[in-house]
């Protein structure tokens, strides 16, 4: 007899979302610009295509963490995103306008990654509260992302690029029934003191606790990552790599960051916020002046081993650190802000500069992101400056 889904552990919930909703954005970030190619859009319109992408996330992130933070359940905003993005999807079927693509491009940015900090902070929150491993659960996303990499590059190389709005489409399809099976989220809602005087206590968390230059950080070097999401597969396919090579080298990233979060929870737990958040800036600045050069295949791998570092570590550093410094009843909101200044302003100003560079300069515009990753190293360096002086 099989156990009712609320006696489901809420690691395996958390687990089958992350599963499903990564594996079609497996397919969605590496090979949408692709999709974009195919419709006919020349490489400063994929630029903005893509940027129109990054930048919905600066108005839905928001609104999302606002619905998430207020909300009597988590859930319920977490579903009502990813539905959102499923039916703006199915709107790219027909849409052969370049200007209309680059429309449904920024409402699907918005709603598809709109949706990665309200499960973020409601799975940290549920994490420490129920004494289970954040990291393990995300891992299965980023497993399902390798296979989404994988999978669809290679049915790009049979079937054709179309292949790669089908496919993130049935992820997203699939992410919509997870939803509905993660736990409720139940909160208690704000008492009316706290309730009118939510906008300043907000302001107040945000200037303080280091949490302005943790923003930064965050911001400058995930946004560094615009070159490498809208024209990595664009490039190296211009370069001579197989559509399924392009498959592997996004995956060989993902499974050093699947690595990388499984470490987390095990080895890395001396690891401070800071000291990720610095090690993921260092780290960058090396990746994408190593990748501009233009290696071989065969060096291509292990370079692509640094996401680990260049993503993961960046981001499981901010996840922390906005944990220890911002109280629950803001946690989403924290989490928004946060992706909408890194996976929004940032990378869509990142990735919109990308198209002009690779129009100008081709694959070596993967050394431009060693600007942005410069400054957040800096800040980083400040920040864990400020940190060791604390009383």
Same mark, same amino acid.
């Given at each position: 007899m099989?156990?009712?889904l609320?006696?489901?552990?809420?690691?395996?919930?958390?687990?089958?979302?992350?599963?499903?909703?990564?594996?079609?954005?497996?397919a969605?970030?590496?090979?949408?610009?692709?999709? %974009?190619?195919?419709?006919?859009?020349?490489?400063?319109?994929?630029?903005?295509?893509?940027?129109?992408?990054?930048?919905?996330?600066?108005?839905?992130a928001?609104?999302?963490?606002?619905?998430?933070?207020?909300a009597?359940r988590?859930?319920?905003?977490?579903a009502?995103?990813?539905?959102?993005a499923?039916?703006?999807?199915?709107?790219?079927?027909?849409a052969?306008?370049?200007?209309?693509?680059v429309?449904?491009?920024?409402?699907?940015?918005?709603?598809?990654?709109?949706?990665?900090?309200?499960?973020?902070?409601?799975?940290?929150r549920?994490?420490?509260?129920?004494?289970?491993?954040?990291?393990?659960?995300?891992?299965?996303?980023?497993?399902?992302?390798? %296979?989404?990499?994988v999978?669809?590059?290679v049915?790009?190389?049979?079937?054709?690029?179309?292949?790669?709005?089908?496919?993130?489409?049935?992820?997203?399809?699939? $992410?919509?029934?997870a939803?509905?099976?993660l736990?409720?989220?139940r909160? $208690?809602?704000?008492?009316?003191?706290?309730?009118?005087?939510?906008?300043?206590?907000?302001?107040?968390?945000?200037?303080?606790?280091?949490?302005?230059?943790?923003?930064?950080?965050?911001?400058?070097v995930?946004?560094?990552?615009?070159?490498?999401?809208?024209?990595?597969?664009?490039?190296?396919?211009?370069?001579?790599?197989?559509?399924a090579?392009?498959?592997?080298?996004?995956?060989?990233?993902?499974?050093?960051?699947?690595i990388?979060?499984?470490?987390s929870?095990?080895?890395?737990?001396?690891?401070?916020?800071?000291?990720?958040?610095?090690?993921?800036?260092?780290?960058?600045?090396?990746?994408?002046?190593?990748?501009a050069?233009?290696?071989p295949?065969?060096?291509?791998?292990?370079l692509?081993?640094?996401?680990?570092?260049?993503?993961g570590?960046?981001?499981?550093? %901010?996840?922390r %650190?906005a944990?220890?410094?911002?109280?629950?009843?803001?946690?989403?909101?924290?989490?928004?802000?946060?992706?909408?200044?890194?996976?929004?302003?940032?990378?869509?100003?990142?990735?919109?500069?990308?198209?002009?560079?690779?129009?100008?300069?081709?694959?070596?515009g993967?050394?431009?992101?060693?600007?942005?990753a410069?400054?957040?190293?800096?800040?980083?360096?400040?920040?864990?400056?400020?940190?060791?002086?604390?009383?």
């Amino acid at each position: 007899m099989r156990r009712p889904l609320a006696q489901t552990p809420r690691p395996a919930r958390f687990a089958l979302f992350y599963g499903a909703f990564y594996l079609g954005f497996g397919a969605y970030l590496p090979y949408m610009p692709v999709w %974009f190619e195919a419709r006919g859009l020349s490489p400063e319109m994929i630029g903005l295509a893509a940027g129109a992408a990054m930048a919905g996330r600066v108005i839905a992130a928001p609104l999302g963490a606002v619905l998430a933070d207020n909300a009597r359940r988590r859930r319920d905003a977490v579903a009502a995103f990813i539905l959102a993005a499923v039916l703006i999807f199915l709107a790219h079927i027909p849409a052969q306008e370049p200007w209309l693509i680059v429309a449904l491009a920024g409402l699907a940015g918005g709603a598809y990654t709109g949706v990665i900090p309200i499960i973020d902070s409601f799975a940290v929150r549920e994490a420490g509260r129920r004494r289970f491993a954040f990291g393990p659960p995300r891992a299965v996303g980023s497993a399902t992302f390798v %296979f989404g990499n994988v999978a669809c590059g290679v049915l790009i190389g049979w079937l054709g690029d179309e292949t790669a709005l089908y496919w993130t489409l049935t992820g997203a399809g699939l $992410a919509v029934l997870a939803a509905l099976m993660l736990p409720e989220g139940r909160r $208690a809602p704000a008492p009316a003191r706290q309730a009118g005087r939510a906008i300043s206590d907000l302001i107040g968390v945000l200037k303080a606790n280091g949490l302005p230059l943790a923003f930064a950080v965050s911001a400058l070097v995930q946004g560094a990552h615009g070159f490498y999401y809208a024209f990595s597969a664009v490039a190296w396919r211009a370069d001579g790599v197989p559509a399924a090579a392009v498959g592997l080298l996004w995956a060989t990233g993902v499974l050093a960051e699947i690595i990388f979060f499984w470490a987390s929870a095990k080895w890395l737990r001396g690891w401070s916020p800071t000291l990720m958040l610095t090690v993921g800036a260092g780290v960058s600045i090396l990746r994408w002046a190593l990748l501009a050069l233009a290696p071989p295949l065969w060096l291509l791998f292990p370079l692509q081993s640094l996401h680990a570092f260049s993503f993961g570590a960046t981001y499981l550093g %901010f996840l922390r %650190f906005a944990a220890e410094r911002a109280p629950e009843r803001f946690s989403a909101t924290t989490q928004a802000i946060n992706s909408a200044l890194s996976g929004g302003l940032v990378l869509a100003g990142a990735t919109y500069a990308s198209g002009f560079a690779y129009a100008a300069i081709g694959t070596a515009g993967f050394a431009i992101m060693s600007i942005p990753a410069l400054f957040g190293l800096i800040c980083a360096m400040l920040l864990s400056r400020r940190e060791k002086n604390l009383p």
